[in-house]
Structure formats: structure tokens, C-alpha cells
């Protein structure tokens, strides 16, 4: 580290912006961030004077003297290490966004209660920023882009931000080089949820690679003769393992599983890794295992279950036939109800679950009781005009710190389904946060378990619970739990859907769309779906009109309400 002026200005600055966020004494802010100005600007180094000296240079008084001293003997300023200390580490991270300053950022967090940046890229994506004074529509447009770019710089992606990239300079490669085989391999082959490098498999030679590079303006990182890894302009690593025509299909199968996956692999099966196969599948026929597709190369017990019996046909994105969890602008959404369902009808989706937020949810204008009963009166009128066509009546009920639904069993009764879901007081023990899913599973009209651990990838990880524990839970109250697809959610874990199926339980691909694109993000869910060997008869959001009316029927009978 190397205290020059330009690092103590820096530490100046910083504290002027904090203390802003933290609403401190205007007067003191702005006296810190003069000085970070006054101090970048001096043509002399301030550690080459003799302490008395300091109190000397123009526009530097006392107190901003004596912590220039703190900071040349130490290299730390003391109030702002307090600072720092007090304040949560994404709101500090937030002063890196373009076109979001501090009073702004204070906003953020006293007012939204957000604290990461992949809270409030959500928020973005929700519109709800609109809702609170100074954020309009074209202030939110610019902080979401800020946002998205500041994502691409970190390294890691989620797989919607990186797909485009990979299918580009996959497309690129196989065009500009077209007598050599590319396979993408690795996390993106395997449909991951956070890709951390792009890989492929490639018969290319090094120098036809290099010369690519140079002119598309990828950054050679590293080489030797297994490998080269090259930086992409958008920040993504990109991993090349190269082969030959013989090898290639068996460099692919490797270089496409999961460490579990190929580890279960050498244990179990006797392979020539070294043999000349048409295909992976003569792979896996060779040792007489049922093929398995990329996306499923994840756990072992996947392994033990293709050595004896074929691996089913798992859900695809065709076999999704209603939007189950979308907000119109009765909330926080862009669209009409009617806009959303024309859509849906265009797409041939055959029905739509409106599910606008609860009166719990201020921030997102959630629906009081009397404009339910309105939005009501509404879904029965574009029903009779859309048929056959059918909007079904649901509502995103927040879980309170207690555990209710925030509205009364008359209310509730009123829904076709609801969707419980929890979005306040986020930060929980176990205890806690099993508590209030558990007694929000119990109440009878609870029909979907909304994103069940609130989890935004790349930006918070969600609160803690026992999976088997809310699983069993849902299974005993015959309660659906969702696959949120937002791409940053992806919530539940796929990792835990497996064990859901064993129990029974239904899971739901639902988008939480808050605008019309946003129904395409059923894709990501799918995507993730099929890592857990998801099927279609098994995913709610599948279900056809008449059977999806038979389940609710059949539910609420179960649960005895009406």
C-alpha cells in the first residue's frame, strides 16, 4: 500500500460518502469530500512534509489535519474504519454504480431495506424503485445498466448473463475455423446455475487459437500443450482443452462431468479413456450404462440409478403450459392483466395465475382487501371476453415474522390457489426461518411455497433451512413448492428436487414475471429442472387447464376448505 495523496484523498472521500449514507451532518460531509478534492490536487506529497507543515497547505484546517497525521503513521483513518464497520459491505460496493450516489444509496437501504447490489438489480427488475421519490423510470433504467455492468466485470455469471457469450464465440469458432471440432464442455454444458468459465473441447491447434484470439480481442491468460485459457473483453474466463480426432469424444465426456460425477465414474466403470468413440453414448455402451445426459453428470447416485434402468425423458421448456406466478400493474408489474393474458394466448400458453403481491408488501403497492375484491370483479370479466382461456385468481402472500399469510381465512378463501412467500426480515437463524415456513405450510391455503429460502445468486444466499425438514412439510399438507425461474433466484435449490420427487411433492416452474419477457425466464427454470431429472407429469406448471383445475379441486377437498 502506498500512501500518496491520491490515497488519502480516496480515504476522505469515502467517509464523506458514507457519512451521507448514514444522513450525518451535511456540513461535516461536505467538508471531507472539499478536502478529498483539495488534497488530489496539491502539487506537492503530503508525506514529504513535516507534520506542522500540513496545517499550512491551503484549504486543510485542524481536524482535517490532524487525520491526514492518522493516516501517514498509521494508514488508516479511524472514523472511517468506524464507518465502515457500521455499514453493510454491499452498500459500500454500491458507491462503484454509476448513477447511484450516496443520498440514494441511503434510500436504498433505510427505506427498500436493501443491501446488496443483486438486491437492487431485483428491485430493478420489479420496478419498485419507482415507487419511492427520485427514482423514476429512466433513473431506474440507467441503475439497472450500471448494475449489469458492474456484474460482468466480477467473474463469476449467472447462466442467462453468460449463454449469449458462449453461443457467440462458439458460433465464431466453428466459422472461422471450420475444419476443427468445438464442444462447449464444463459448467455451461451442465446447464450450471453460476458459471464461473466457459470451456470447450477442441481439435484446433494452439496457433489457429491464438490467432483467433488476437483478433476478436481476447487476452491470452495462459498456456501449455493440454490447455489454453483466454479472458474474454465481457470479463469471462475461457478454457480450451485440446485433442485430437480419435480422443475426442472421451475428452468431452471428462471435461463434462462434475468432480462427484467422474470420481462415481472411475470407481465404478472400467472405460479406455483413451479409446477411439463415435459419441458419448458409445461411451457409456461400451460399459454397459444407460446414457446420461451432461446436464444430469452431477451427483452419483445419478450413476447408480442408469446402471439399472434408462434415464427418463425429462421436462422441456415446450411442456410448460401455464404462467404460474406473474404480476400485473395491479403491483409492482409493467403489464394489464389483459396484456398478460393476450400474451400468454399468443405463446399458446393455456392459462395464467395472476399473483400480485399482498397488502404486506407496501413497497410493491401490494393489494388490499378491497382491491382484491375489485381485481376480482376484473379477472371475472376477462374471462367471460378471453374464453377458453382462464385467468385464475391467486395472490403472493407474505409470510409474516410470525408465520401467518397477512390476510384473514375469508380473504384467503376468496383465491383459487396462494403462493406464500417470504420477503421481509430476511436475516434469520435456522429456528427462525423454519418456524415461520413451516406454520405458513400448515395453513390450509397455503396451495405453493413461494422461493423457498429468498436467495438472489451472485448476491445473497438465502436464509438458512433444513431442505428435508420443509420438504416432508409440504408433502404432509400436500403443498406444491416452486422452482422460482427468475434467473437469480432458481429457488428451490435443484439440488434438493430429487428428494421432493421422492416424497411426492409437485414442484412448479414458475417465472415470477413482473413484465411480459419475463415469461421467458421459464427457459432458466427448465434448464435447472432437468439437472434434477424433473418431468413434465411431475411439474405442476405442465399441467393442462382441465387437469390443473381437477388438483385444485382435489386439493381444497383434502384440506376440507372451500
Not at 471531507?32 to 488534497?39: E, K, L, M, W
Not at 449469449?164 to 469458432?173: G, M, S, Y
Not at 415446450?318 to 409493467?334: L, Q, V, Y
Request: proline share 2%; charged share 30%.
Amino acid at each position: 500500500m502506498t500512501i500518496d495523496n491520491y490515497f488519502i484523498a480516496d480515504q476522505f472521500s469515502l467517509l464523506s460518502k458514507l457519512m451521507d449514507i448514514h444522513g450525518e451532518n451535511s456540513f461535516k460531509t461536505k467538508s471531507y469530500s472539499i478536502a478529498a478534492f483539495n488534497i488530489e490536487k496539491l502539487p506537492e506529497q503530503l508525506t514529504t512534509l513535516q507534520h506542522d507543515k500540513i496545517f499550512a497547505v491551503k484549504g486543510i484546517g485542524d481536524a482535517i489535519g490532524k487525520k491526514i497525521i492518522q493516516i501517514i503513521e498509521t494508514g488508516e483513518l479511524p472514523l472511517l474504519k468506524e464507518y465502515i464497520q457500521k455499514t453493510p459491505p454491499g452498500l459500500i460496493e454500491m458507491l462503484a454504480i454509476k448513477n447511484l450516489g450516496p443520498k440514494k444509496i441511503a434510500i436504498v437501504w433505510k427505506d427498500m431495506g436493501i443491501e446488496t447490489i443483486g438486491e437492487l438489480l431485483y428491485a430493478c427488475n420489479e420496478n419498485r424503485l419507482l415507487l419511492y421519490k427520485g427514482f423514476g423510470e429512466k433513473t431506474q433504467k440507467n441503475i439497472q445498466e450500471s448494475i449489469e455492468f458492474f456484474f460482468k466485470n466480477q467473474g463469476s455469471y449467472l447462466y442467462a448473463e453468460a449463454e449469449h457469450t458462449a453461443k457467440e464465440i462458439d458460433q465464431k469458432l466453428k466459422e472461422n475455423l471450420p475444419t476443427a471440432k468445438f464442444q462447449l464442455a464444463g459448467e455451461f454444458r451442465r446447464q450450471s446455475e453460476i458459471i464461473n468459465k466457459l470451456e470447450w473441447v477442441t481439435t484446433a491447434k494452439a496457433e489457429k487459437l491464438k490467432d483467433f484470439f488476437a483478433g476478436n480481442g481476447f487476452a491470452i491468460d495462459d498456456e501449455n500443450e493440454r490447455n489454453l485459457t483466454a479472458k474474454h473483453s465481457a470479463g469471462l474466463k475461457l478454457l480450451f482443452h485440446f485433442s485430437n480426432e480419435k480422443s475426442f469424444y472421451s475428452d468431452l465426456f471428462t471435461n463434462s462431468g462434475s468432480d462427484e460425477f467422474l470420481h462415481a465414474w472411475k470407481e465404478t466403470a472400467e472405460w479406455n479413456d483413451a479409446g477411439n468413440f463415435e459419441s458419448e453414448e458409445d461411451i457409456f455402451s461400451s460399459v454397459n450404462i444407460n446414457f446420461i445426459p451432461s446436464f444430469l453428470r452431477e451427483k452419483k447416485s445419478v450413476l447408480e440409478k442408469a446402471k439399472k434402468e434408462a434415464i427418463p425423458s425429462v421436462i422441456n421448456e415446450k411442456d410448460i403450459r401455464a404462467i404460474i406466478h406473474s404480476h400485473s400493474n395491479w403491483s409492482d408489474g409493467s403489464n394489464t392483466v389483459e396484456e398478460m393474458a393476450k400474451h400468454c394466448i399468443e405463446k399458446k400458453i393455456e392459462y395464467l395465475v395472476l399473483s400480485d403481491h399482498s397488502k404486506s408488501a407496501f413497497y410493491a403497492n401490494g393489494l388490499s382487501e378491497e382491491r382484491i375484491k375489485e381485481q376480482h370483479h376484473y379477472i371475472d370479466e376477462l374471462n367471460k371476453k378471453l374464453a377458453p382461456f382462464k385467468i385464475f385468481k391467486s395472490i403472493e402472500s407474505d409470510i409474516l415474522n410470525d408465520g401467518a399469510l397477512d390476510y384473514t381465512d375469508n380473504i384467503l378463501s376468496t383465491f383459487d390457489l396462494v403462493i406464500a412467500s417470504v420477503h421481509s426480515n430476511l436475516k434469520m437463524t435456522e429456528d427462525k426461518a423454519m418456524m415461520r415456513l413451516l406454520k405458513a405450510i400448515e395453513n390450509p391455503y397455503t396451495t405453493i411455497l413461494g422461493h423457498m429460502t429468498g436467495r438472489l445468486l451472485l448476491s445473497r444466499p438465502g436464509f438458512p433451512v433444513d431442505h428435508k425438514k420443509i420438504i416432508d412439510a409440504c408433502a404432509a399438507n400436500h403443498v406444491v413448492i416452486e422452482l422460482n425461474a427468475h434467473p437469480r433466484r432458481l429457488d428451490i435449490d435443484w439440488r434438493w428436487i430429487d428428494y421432493a420427487l421422492e416424497k411426492n411433492v409437485l414442484i412448479s416452474i414458475d417465472p415470477d414475471a413482473h413484465a411480459l419477457q419475463g415469461y421467458d425466464d421459464v427457459k432458466y427454470g427448465t434448464l435447472v429442472a432437468q439437472k434434477a431429472g424433473l418431468t413434465k407429469e411431475r411439474n405442476l406448471s405442465s399441467f393442462s387447464l382441465q387437469q390443473f383445475e381437477g388438483f385444485l379441486a382435489d386439493r381444497k377437498k383434502k384440506k376440507g376448505i372451500s
